[in-house]
């Protein structure tokens, strides 16, 4: 069982950044494949993007892409979201998911979730 636990979110004004990161309780993360979803009030959870165990290959949703960047560092057992040029529209709240290997977009696909972090972008 892997246990997921996000952290830095918050409210940011339009325009800004935040990094979240998601790093397991209880066991190593290194070979396990990261996904980063989100969550809006009244929405489904929509994927935001995902890398390989490695970090050799990443994915993401063409809302984010080019704003959003997903990195890992193995040695700490952490994975990152670094997001910039936020926008309203990126409110919600973020979740990260891990299974060993990356298998989709969709998040009926992993098994092992955290408990979410809340990501507030004004306008």
């Known amino acids: 069982q892997v246990q997921l636990v996000e952290s830095g979110g918050g409210l940011v004004q339009a325009g800004g950044s935040l990094r979240l990161s998601c790093a397991p309780s209880?066991?190593?993360?290194?070979?396990?494949?990261a996904v980063w979803f989100r969550q809006a009030p009244g929405k489904e959870r929509e994927f935001v993007g995902a890398i390989t165990w490695s970090g050799g290959s990443t994915y993401y949703a063409d809302s984010v892409k080019g704003r959003f960047t997903i990195s890992r560092d193995n040695a700490v057992n952490t994975v990152y979201l670094q997001m910039n040029s936020l926008k309203p529209e990126d409110t919600a709240v973020y979740y990260c998911?891990?299974?060993?290997?990356?298998?989709?977009?969709?998040?009926?696909?992993?098994?092992?979730w955290g408990q979410g972090t809340q990501v507030t972008v004004s306008s």
């Open positions: 209880g066991r190593t993360f290194s070979r396990f494949a």
């Open positions: 998911a891990a299974d060993v290997a990356y298998r989709g977009s969709s998040p009926a696909l992993y098994h092992f």
